[in-house]
T-cell receptor
Framework: AQSVTQLGSHVSVSEGALVLLRCNYS??????LFWYVQYPNQGLQLLLK??????LVKGINGFEAEFKKSETSFHLTKPSAHMSDAAEYFC???????????FGAGTRLFVKA | EAGVTQSPTHLIKTRGQQATLRCSPI?????VYWYQQALGLGLQFLLW???????NRGNFPPRFSGRQFPNYSSELNVNALELEDSALYLC????????????FGEGSRLTVL
C-alpha cells in the first residue's frame, strides 16, 4: 500500500531564506511522485513531478525536488523564499500511474517579511 | 486550452437538503475525480469516474453519489446534507494515458447551515 508523510504541518521562513518541505513515501512499486501547491480558496496546481527520469526534478516558480530512493524521500526546496510562495503544499504518490493518487496531509508555508 | 471548470463556486444549503456540484474536465480527459477538502482534514478521495463508469469510491456514505456524462463532464450529489459536509469540493481530471498527474479545478465551496 502507498502512503505519504509530510513532516511539519506548518513551516515558517523569512523572505530570501531557503525553503525545505519534507516528504517521505512508501510504495510497493516504483512510484510517480508529485508536489502540488494550493493558494487560498483555489484548486491545486502541479509544481513538479518525478516519473523515473532524472532524480532531481525542476518545477515552476524556482522549486525543485530530489528523489532519493534509499531514503524514500522527495523533499521540496527553493533557494530563496518569496512572499508569493506562501501557500499550502501537498506531496502525492501514484503507483505507476494508477488511478489512485495518495496525498499527504499538506504543509502550510508562511513567509515572513 | 480551457482547464477544469467547476460550478457553482459557492453554495449554501441547510441541513437535510441536497447539493449538486458540477465539473467539466479538460478536453480529451476521460477520468474525473472528486475530492473533499474539509478544514483541517486534508484531501479526502471521494469518487473516480472513467468512461462513464464509477471505478472507485472513497470511505464516504452512500449519500455521496455522482455520475459521469457521455461528454465526460460529471456531477457530484450530496443528499441529506449534514453540517460536517461543509468543505471545498475539488474536481480533477486526467487523460487516458494516465501518469497519475491530476489537473484540478478551482473547487466548489459548500456551506451547510
Amino acid at each position: 500500500a502507498q502512503s505519504v508523510t509530510q513532516l511539519g504541518s506548518h513551516v515558517s521562513v523569512s523572505e530570501g531564506a531557503l525553503v525545505l518541505l519534507r516528504c517521505n513515501y512508501s510504495s510497493s512499486v516504483p512510484p510517480y511522485l508529485f508536489w502540488y501547491v494550493q493558494y487560498p480558496n483555489q484548486g491545486l496546481q502541479l509544481l513538479l513531478k518525478y516519473t523515473s527520469a532524472a532524480t532531481l526534478v525542476k518545477g515552476i516558480n524556482g522549486f525543485e525536488a530530489e528523489f532519493k530512493k534509499s531514503e524514500t524521500s522527495f523533499h521540496l526546496t527553493k533557494p530563496s523564499a518569496h512572499m508569493s510562495d506562501a501557500a499550502e503544499y501537498f506531496c502525492a504518490v501514484s503507483p505507476n500511474g494508477g488511478f489512485k493518487t495518495i496525498f499527504g496531509a499538506g504543509t502550510r508555508l508562511f513567509v515572513k517579511a | 486550452e480551457a482547464g477544469v471548470t467547476q460550478s457553482p463556486t459557492h453554495l449554501i444549503k441547510t441541513r437535510g437538503q441536497q447539493a449538486t456540484l458540477r465539473c467539466s474536465p479538460i478536453s480529451g480527459h476521460t477520468s474525473v475525480y472528486w475530492y473533499q477538502q474539509a478544514l483541517g482534514l486534508g484531501l479526502q478521495f471521494l469518487l473516480w469516474y472513467d468512461e462513464g463508469e464509477e471505478r472507485n469510491r472513497g470511505n464516504f456514505p452512500p449519500r455521496f453519489s455522482g455520475r459521469q456524462f457521455p461528454n465526460y463532464s460529471s456531477e457530484l450529489n450530496v443528499n441529506a446534507l449534514e453540517l460536517e459536509d461543509s468543505a471545498l469540493y475539488l474536481c480533477a481530471s486526467s487523460p487516458p494515458q494516465d501518469t497519475g498527474e491530476l489537473f484540478f479545478g478551482e473547487g466548489s465551496r459548500l456551506t451547510v447551515l
